[in-house]
């Protein structure tokens, strides 16, 4: 009896495990309007925000796995730096985020639950303006941002996530993938006086994780994100939006055998930002992440994010 609960213990682990991997790809997908605005070149931004995630994770009901929940907190820490490339207006992104979460529920009617804390893993991106949106600076920019109120940008990034967050092989849950993602992005941005129309499509390419939990090695195939967004901007520099996005693909497999937990993911956002002063500015945004499908999760996470820049 006691070897059937500890398989059943373990399958609930592993179901928790690939649903966290999907966690994390949510926070990763950046769910981000005014991504692909035209910016002036040479300006840099750093910036600090704070996430706070709570959610339920629905299990198929042999594994007795119930009333399971989570929350994370995560600071996140990030740099900026838009400059000239190629004749081409280009930005480079860094983010490093540290994180505290809790996972628990009741399995058999007993409770478990675990904790973590630590750094996750980092990401690197760069972007470029293919289309629209030529590399100005100072009035120049100015002048051409009063002169365009119609304009249409199309842009491409590379997005890289680094295996350097913590991770330990002999647990199931960790704050760090142990593994490189690759997310290559495109994107189309129209303006039209105060209002912006914006979409983007990600594929996320997973490298395999070798040393996953017992020795074995975890794969995963690729993740289809499509984004949208409906921006407004308001007097005095404000702006809110409204966003949706879907994730699908992505299915996971341990030693070969596939876990058959495609991602259908849909997200449902809010935004509003306001300057501070002509360099600060804060953001906040509410973010609603729906698997969609009856084994899988929902959570609700809510954004504060500021932001400090110079060099124009």
Not at 10 to 37: C, H, I, K
Not at 96 to 125: C, I, M
Not at 241 to 257: H, K, L
Request: a negative charge.
């Amino acid at each position: 009896m006691a070897k059937q609960r500890d398989k059943r213990f373990g399958g609930a682990l592993v179901l928790l495990t690939m649903l966290s991997l999907f966690a994390d790809d949510a926070g990763a997908q950046d769910l981000e309007p005014r991504r692909w605005s035209h910016l002036p070149t040479g300006m840099n931004v750093i910036g600090a925000s704070t996430v706070w995630t709570d959610g339920e994770i629905f299990a198929d009901p042999v594994i007795r796995l119930e009333d399971t929940t989570f929350e994370k907190y995560t600071l996140s820490s990030s740099y900026v730096r838009t400059f000239e490339w190629l004749g081409k207006s280009s930005r480079i992104d860094f983010a490093l985020p540290y994180a505290a979460g809790r996972w628990e529920g009741l399995l058999d009617g007993d409770y478990v639950s675990t904790r973590r804390h630590g750094f996750s893993d980092p990401f690197v991106r760069f972007s470029m303006n293919l289309y629209g949106a030529p590399p100005l600076k100072g009035m120049q920019y100015v002048r051409y941002r009063a002169s365009h109120p119609v304009t249409t940008t199309v842009g491409a990034a590379v997005a890289v996530t680094l295996p350097f967050g913590e991770y330990y092989a002999d647990r199931l849950i960790n704050l760090g993938n142990n593994r490189y993602v690759v997310r290559p992005q495109l994107g189309v941005l129209h303006q039209r006086g105060p209002w912006q129309f914006e979409v983007t499509t990600t594929v996320s390419f997973y490298e395999d994780n070798d040393d996953f939990f017992g020795g074995t090695r975890l794969a995963q195939d690729e993740m289809w994100f499509f984004q949208g967004h409906v921006i407004r901007t308001l007097p005095r520099n404000m702006w809110v939006s409204a966003s949706g996005g879907f994730s699908y693909g992505g299915e996971s497999a341990i030693n070969g055998v596939a876990k058959d937990n495609d991602d259908h993911t849909r997200y449902v956002s809010f935004s509003f930002g306001m300057p501070i002063n002509n360099q600060q500015s804060v953001k906040i945004t509410w973010i609603n992440a729906d698997t969609n499908v009856i084994i899988g999760s929902t959570s609700d996470s809510l954004v504060l994010g500021w932001s400090l820049n110079w060099g124009l």
